[in-house]
């Protein structure tokens, strides 16, 4: 894995896992930080830097999630609900790496655009299917889509900011802290010769 922001600082992270302003309603993670394997990270990027033509920006939500918080997740969220959050049984694709919570921003104002629903909403406003937003909603709700799925990324059916990137059952499940995270990148760079645009 790969830590994002080394790939492009511009990318804007409001990682809400590191704050109490979360569905838990406590700081889950120590820090904000994003590590992704580092293909899907370059994907992320070329989707950042495609939006940044018209102003425009990624704001990301989550990343990489130590396979722990994926149980807490589970045990703290009701039964009617847990189609919002992964069963620790089969791990998370969060937990390998391969998965982003992301929305868009505007780089001269620093707001989000309009979603049909907040990050993180268990309702039926955040299907990426849902009809029932604004046209401003749900045309920024498709910008998003449309560009992730052409970096090779498919939504969640239950979560317009949730993406998968392609081929992620070829990595495992880790339940690794950020700072042993970083160390295993930092290894990896090392080798190849530091990150590369």
């Given amino acids: 894995m790969i830590e994002l922001i080394k790939l492009d600082p511009t990318i804007k992270l409001d990682i809400r896992y590191a704050t109490a302003d979360n569905f838990v309603g406590r700081r889950v993670y120590p820090e904000a930080r994003v590590f992704l394997q580092e293909e899907a990270a370059r994907a992320v990027v070329r989707v950042h830097r495609e939006l940044g033509k018209d102003g425009l920006g990624l704001v990301i939500f989550d990343g990489y999630r130590p396979w722990s918080i994926t149980k807490l997740f589970w045990e703290v969220t009701s ?46 406003r955040a299907s990426p299917n849902y009809t029932g937003g604004t046209a401003e909603q749900t045309a920024n709700r ?38 042993e995270a970083a160390a295993m990148a930092a290894a990896v760079q090392d080798e190849k010769g530091g990150p590369r645009d």
């Fill in 79 to 124: 039964d009617d609900q847990r189609k919002f959050v992964a069963d620790p049984e089969r791990g998370s694709k969060h937990n390998r790496g391969c998965a982003v919570d992301l929305s868009i921003f505007d780089r001269d104002t620093g707001r989000e655009l309009e979603m049909p629903s907040g990050y993180d909403e268990f309702t039926e």
């Fill in 142 to 179: 498709e910008l998003l889509r449309r560009l992730m799925e052409s970096e090779g990324f498919t939504v969640n059916p239950n979560e317009w900011w949730h993406f998968d990137f392609m081929n992620w059952e070829d990595h495992p499940i880790h339940d690794v802290s950020f700072d």
